[in-house]
């Protein structure tokens, strides 16, 4: 009869047999990373979170994934990851979402966040910084005002507030920023904040 400890040895050489293996994973990831991703403006201090142009879903990254895959001969022999696992990449290694904002994002905020991680000496990326938080700034005082006057219009008959929104319902070509739209493609909103009508 043996003596002294026994190990149980069961499973151990299929213990990694269904990780992804991390050349696949750093594949996905670098195709994820190359697509055009927004921050929402007026969220931005509550959330991290990014936005896919409209129209993207996981599904369509994951064919663009399939065909960047097939393209690469040093990976021949590979065979690309199912849906569930490029899904679940996705999700744990990035705070993306693939629905559209639900406002949309401001030219001289998208322009600052270019030149302050662009290319640019670090005195000229400071004094963007400088300008950035200027303007976010004036915004916040903006908004605080337009908060005021609603609240005023609420406990004064005399005073109506009006607001007026330019919504864009479908931009064409698709871009990263709001500055090109077709303008047949606008509604033109104007609401009575106190009625809301």
């Known amino acids: 009869m043996r003596t002294g400890n026994l ?6 050489s299929q213990r990694d047999k269904n990780k992804t293996p991390e050349a696949d994973v750093d ?26 142009e409209p129209g993207m879903t996981v599904q ?5 994934y399939k065909t960047e895959f097939a393209a690469q001969e040093e990976i021949a022999g590979r065979k690309c990851v199912e849906f569930s696992t490029f899904k679940k990449i ?17 030219n001289k905020c998208d322009a600052y966040a270019t030149a302050i991680q662009g290319y640019g000496s670090k005195e000229e990326k400071e004094l963007k910084l400088q300008e950035h938080n200027a303007h976010l700034e ?3 005082l903006l908004r605080s005002k337009m908060k005021d006057d609603f609240e005023r ?4 008959n005399n005073i109506e507030c009006l607001s007026f ?3 864009k319902t479908l931009p064409l070509p698709r871009i990263p920023t709001n500055i090109i739209f077709i303008k047949d493609s606008c509604g033109y909103t104007i609401a009575d ?3 809301i009508q």
Do not use: M
């Not at 190990?7 to 151990?12: I, N, P, T, V």
């Not at 219009?153 to 004064?156: H, Y």
């Open 7 to 12: 190990s149980d040895k069961r499973g151990e």
């Open 27 to 52: 594949f996905i990831v670098n195709i994820i990373n190359k697509l055009p991703k927004y921050s929402s403006h007026y969220r931005r201090e509550q959330t991290e979170t990014l936005y896919l």
């Open 60 to 64: 369509k990254i994951y064919n663009l």
């Open 90 to 106: 996705f999700y744990n290694k990035f705070n993306l979402r693939c629905k559209s904002l639900k406002k949309d994002t401001c």
């Open 138 to 140: 004036k915004a916040e």
């Open 153 to 156: 219009a609420k406990v004064n």
């Open 165 to 167: 929104d330019l919504e």
């Open 193 to 195: 904040t106190c009625s």
